[in-house]
T-cell receptor
Framework: DSGVTQTPKHLITATGQRVTLRCSPRSGDLSVYWYQQSLDQGLQFLIQYYNGEERAKGNILERFSAQQFPDLHSELNLSSLELGDSALYFC??????????????FGEGSRLTVL | DAKTTQPPSMDCAEGRAANLPCNHS???????VYWYRQIHSQGPQYIIH???NNETNEMASLIITEDRKSSTLILPHATLRDTAVYYC???????????????FGTGTRLQVTL
């Protein structure tokens, strides 16, 4: 158990719909990362937040957005869903202290199926 | 981040040592070598990291060549539960107040067999 909690674990929805994925980082971790893993693309970095602010952005589509709240949990919003958005979405968190090892702790993922 | 090259797949007999190589010939002086693994559809799991000295923990050993252009992850006694995709990643170690993303390549699919 990494200490990172993601909900829901599974989600099935239709094209054109909007979904929200939620991530609770490990206690004390200030950074949250979102990754997408589809069958043909491997693990792709989407976006990173640090203490509520966007820190880095990867190949995240404009239809996708994320935010990190004051309690440090994060949400990834996916809208106008397409079949190709079907994937595993992972959240990770990391420590940001003087002795930061750079290790990321990953949740178990949210599996999104778009029909 | 420096690019890494790993073999796409490897097999290992249970109980034997699994040696997973990684080439990172363009690594720069401030970049660390990290290893993660992903057991089927689970979240990636940190294994070990190092800068230039060999490292060992309860999971594995990391051997980095003197020129730092390649490394080997060693699982001393592989079990069936070690079957996974292993990712070698090179990136700078974050400093206080920062954190940098991990860029995953395609990794090595290790199959441990009876």
């Amino acid at each position: 158990d990494s200490g990172v909690t993601q909900t829901p674990k599974h989600l099935i929805t239709a094209t054109g719909q909007r979904v929200t994925l939620r991530c609770s980082p490990r206690s004390g971790d200030l950074s949250v990362y979102w990754y997408q893993q589809s069958l043909d693309q491997g693990l792709q970095f989407l976006i990173q937040y640090y203490n509520g602010e966007e820190r880095a952005k990867g190949n995240i589509l404009e239809r996708f957005s994320a935010q990190q709240f004051p309690d440090l949990h994060s949400e990834l919003n996916l809208s106008s869903l397409e079949l190709g958005d079907s994937a595993l979405y992972f959240c990770a968190s990391s420590v940001d202290l003087a002795r930061n090892t750079g290790e990321l702790f990953f949740g178990e993922g949210s599996r999104l199926t778009v029909l | 981040d420096a690019k890494t090259t790993q073999p796409p797949s490897m097999d290992c007999a249970e109980g034997r040592a699994a040696n997973l190589p990684c080439n990172h010939s363009t690594i720069s002086g401030n970049e660390y070598v990290y290893w993660y693994r992903q057991i089927h559809s689970q979240g990636p799991q940190y294994i070990i990291h190092g800068l230039k000295n060999n490292e060992t923990n309860e999971m594995a050993s990391l051997i980095i060549t003197e020129d730092r252009k390649s490394s080997t992850l060693i699982l001393p006694h592989a079990t069936l539960r070690d079957t996974a995709v292993y990712y070698c990643i090179v990136r700078p170690r974050p400093h206080t107040g920062t954190a940098s993303k991990l860029t995953f390549g395609t990794g090595t699919r290790l199959q441990v067999t009876l």
